[in-house]
């Protein structure tokens, strides 16, 4: 009907043709999130939740696990996965992983990357998308990583610029940015029409540093990732004019009054704050194609020297400050705020601190929250067991754990995130 009304307009005058196909490009299609002010919008009604973050989904073999996973995220109220739209190889490795069955997109052989878009490819991707969708769960797809993990940066740095090279280069060589660019193209190209994308996210955890040490360019001040985002950013919106886009950042901050600790005695200016990490949060989100914030949260590894006994340091204390300050720079901005990655190790850890930064996220109107990371059991492929790549494994029919996997049978850990899930939904339309 609308259409209708719209094709007749067009017919009345020149004019009103501009307009409407105005109005029409500003409008998303249905089915997608857009946001109004700090809330996402889904088909005209606010939209906030808990999410899942799982970089293994994709590298599951067998469709009935896949299938199992998004029922038990699905049963826990989630309404967002986050995972990885890369998985790159050398092609040294190529051999073991046609045999492994390893799920790979990118294979880097020379300084340039050839694509998979194969059955052990980007058609696995598209599983994973097309799933979730059934189940009702919309995805947030990085574009490469910081880190080494499934072929992130460092193997643009490595095979394009040549080894010897810092990680500030993955930022500034203009090869790779050109490179990095034609995978964004391939992604972006191939998804931008489904509703079951929520956003593209640039990278995951920019810093000045990844594997590889950091450089002379990427400094506090030097304003190198904010330009990269902004570039990138407006690369994706001309692809692509109607998806949210975010920059998979760990939110640090870049403020001239000085954040700090005090370490055996001596006062020491907090890097997540004072712009040594890389990140400009304010000046970040203040781009005009970067629609959402995100940050993320690891105190007890980020500050592993005050996290000891006798110490006034506490990583729950530490953490109600970050979710906070963020939520107040997301409310200045006037954008939605996801903490997109938390993490501590050990279930008791989990259960005494989880309540309490959920609690705050919730309280400070957080648009999203994505713990790190779901954990699955009774995966069935290989008889339950089956080594994935780096100490990644299948034990016993459980996804992968890294310490921070938390299962349904974990129930005070996992009702956390099913309060909060209840919380999120009532706050959407
Ligand atoms: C890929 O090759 C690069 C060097 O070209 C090396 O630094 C890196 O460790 C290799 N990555 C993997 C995952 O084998
Ligand atoms: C890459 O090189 C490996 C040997 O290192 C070879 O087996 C493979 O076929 C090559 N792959 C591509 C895509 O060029
Ligand atoms: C701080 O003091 C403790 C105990 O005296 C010592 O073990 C530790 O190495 C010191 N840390 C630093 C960063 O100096
Ligand atoms: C922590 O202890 C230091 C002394 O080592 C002190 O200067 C600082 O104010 C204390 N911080 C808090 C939050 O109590
Ligand atoms: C819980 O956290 C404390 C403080 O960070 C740490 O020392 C301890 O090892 C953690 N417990 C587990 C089981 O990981
Ligand atoms: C829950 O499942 C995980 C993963 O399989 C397992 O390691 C853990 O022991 C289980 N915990 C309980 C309380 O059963």
């Known amino acids: 009907m609308l259409f209708l009304s719209f094709l007749a307009a067009c017919f009345l005058s020149q004019a009103i043709w501009v307009t409407a196909s105005a109005v029409e490009a500003a409008r998303p299609p249905k089915g997608f999130v857009s946001t109004k002010g700090s809330s996402f919008v889904l088909d005209g009604k606010p939209f906030a939740f808990v999410g899942a973050n799982s970089y293994w989904l994709p590298l599951l073999l067998e469709q009935s696990d896949i299938e199992a996973t998004f029922k038990e995220m699905q049963g826990a109220g989630i309404k967002v996965l986050r995972t990885w739209g890369f998985n790159a ?25 050839v694509l998979n878009d194969g059955p052990q490819g980007l058609k696995r991707l598209d599983n994973i998308i097309d799933t979730a969708g059934r189940y009702g769960i919309k995805v947030i797809l990085a574009f490469t990583n910081n880190w080494v993990g499934y072929g992130g940066s460092e193997l643009y740095v490595n095979w394009i610029a040549g080894a010897g090279n810092t990680h500030d280069v993955f930022y500034t060589n203009r090869k790779i940015v050109s490179s990095y660019q034609r995978y964004v193209r391939t992604i972006v190209n191939r998804y931008k029409h489904s509703p079951n994308i929520f956003a593209w996210e640039l990278i995951n955890e920019a810093r000045c540093s990844g594997d590889l040490p950091s450089g002379s360019s990427c400094v506090p001040g030097s304003g190198l990732l904010h330009s990269w985002y902004e570039e990138q950013s407006n690369l994706v919106r001309s692809l692509d004019p ?11 901050f870049y403020w001239k009054e000085p954040v700090g600790y005090w370490l055996n005695g001596t006062w020491v200016s907090d890097y997540n704050y004072n712009g040594v990490a890389g990140e400009d949060f304010d000046a970040d989100l203040a781009l005009k194609n970067i629609d959402f914030g995100t940050y993320h949260l690891y105190p007890q590894y980020w500050y592993s020297e005050l996290d000891t006994p006798g110490s006034n340091f506490t990583i729950k204390a530490w953490g109600l400050q970050w979710i906070e300050e963020h939520a107040r720079a997301a409310k200045k901005a006037n954008k939605p705020v996801v903490l997109e990655e938390f993490g ?16 705050r996220a919730l309280s400070t109107k957080h648009a999203g929250i994505l713990p790190w990371q779901f954990g699955m059991n009774g995966l069935k492929e290989s008889g339950g067991n089956r080594l994935i790549k780096y100490a990644d494994a299948l034990i016993d029919g459980a996804s992968p754990n890294d310490g921070h996997a938390y299962y349904k049978n974990q129930t005070a850990v996992w009702s956390v995130f099913t309060n909060a899930a209840r919380v999120q939904r009532s706050r959407s339309g």
């Open 344 to 359: 501590t190790s050990g279930l008791d850890n989990k259960t005494d601190i989880y309540p309490e930064w959920v609690d």
């Open 242 to 252: 109607h998806h949210l886009i975010t920059t998979g950042g760990e939110g640090h």
């Open 89 to 113: 190889i050398n092609g040294s490795e190529l051999a073991w992983a046609k045999e492994t069955g390893l799920t790979y997109y990118q294979v880097w052989n020379s300084t340039e990357w």
